[in-house]
């Protein structure tokens, strides 16, 4: 049964294969569904359909230049959308599924809507790895846009309780398959003919990349947005964002890490995989407290720590 939510009539729905098939029905009328992946949570709509899409940019409020990652059930799914050469079949045998986003050459007369990749040559395409999301896709038979699943610009939701606070009555159908694993967006890597570049750090880093395709990123040097994740302002919470702080004033909330004791801590032990897991969730923690501001505690710029000061900077910019 859904657990109601109170900030409206959507419903949060434990994962279960009538959640499921309801939810693939849902989505093959054209409708919209919240589900988790192992990076955070989606708002999903069938990718070929322009109305679908049309309804996950309004119910966002998203701007219309900001393209959307589809998801794909596999590579001969995303064979149907993109142009894969040697490079990108390499990276999809090492991370794929997983949270690995690649931006490859769009395949002429590929059956997606214009508004999925604003007007741009390049689709953004994931293999997600969510036991939950996995199912959908095989049941539903469709290849899912699915842009994080809360208003555009907010902290991305890890929880299902983070849909439904952020997006309410507007999410018609939350599939709850508990907190996201890996806790930040996927990785996002773009294909050129001369090399490759990073346009979004996440769980895959830039070393894992390297290691597979045999040379170091090329600078990103355009200010043209061509995956999602690349706006100034973003993940932001509702207060004042204070970085690399040590101790924290009065009013606000401190985040933690390591040996640096807050109201709350990404990782007493230290350890990045499990603060970047936790991000996200911390703050929602901290916008939903009392305390005007917020505080995080430095964290070391090396791996996956890459990526949470990516979340972390956009995050103080809005």
């Not at 995303?78 to 050469?85: M, Q, R």
């Not at 407290?289 to 964290?299: H, N, S």
């Amino acid at each position: 049964m859904p657990t109601p939510n109170t900030l409206g009539n959507s419903g949060i729905f434990p994962v279960s294969d009538s959640v499921i098939a309801a939810a693939s029905a849902r989505l093959r009328g054209g409708g919209i569904v919240a589900v988790p992946t192992e990076t955070v949570y989606g708002l999903a709509a069938d990718a070929s359909n322009a109305q679908a899409v049309a309804a996950i940019y309004r119910t966002k409020g998203r701007p219309d230049f900001n393209p959307l990652i589809v998801h794909v059930a596999d590579r001969a799914a995303a064979a149907k959308l993109a142009l894969l050469d040697d490079r990108a079949n390499a990276l999809a045998d090492a991370f794929w599924p997983g949270p690995l986003t690649l931006v490859l050459p769009l395949v002429t007369g590929a059956r997606v809507a214009a508004a999925v990749t604003a007007g741009l040559p390049t689709i953004a395409l994931r293999c997600p790895a969510h036991p939950a999301m996995r199912q959908l896709l095989d049941s539903c038979g469709l290849n899912l846009a699915a842009p994080s699943a809360n208003r555009s610009g907010g902290i991305s939701p890890t929880r299902a309780s983070h849909v439904a606070r952020s997006l309410g009555e507007a999410a018609p159908m939350i599939l709850d398959g508990g907190p996201c694993s890996a806790g930040l967006e996927s990785t996002i890597i773009a294909l050129r003919l001369d090399g490759w570049q990073m346009l979004r750090h996440g769980p895959v880093t830039a070393v894992d990349a390297e290691a597979v395709l045999g040379q170091p990123p090329m600078p990103v040097t355009s200010a043209r947005i061509e995956a999602p994740g690349q706006l100034a302002s973003h993940y932001a919470p509702s207060k004042p964002l204070r970085l690399n702080a040590l101790n924290a004033a009065a009013d606000e909330w401190f985040i933690g890490f390591g040996d640096i004791v807050g109201d709350d801590s990404l990782s007493l032990k230290g350890d990045l995989a499990q603060a970047a897991a936790r991000l996200f969730d911390a703050l929602h923690i901290a916008d939903a407290t009392d305390r005007a501001r917020i505080a995080v505690a430095p964290i070391p710029q090396t791996g996956i720590g890459l990526a949470i000061h990516d979340r972390l900077n956009r995050a103080a910019s809005g």
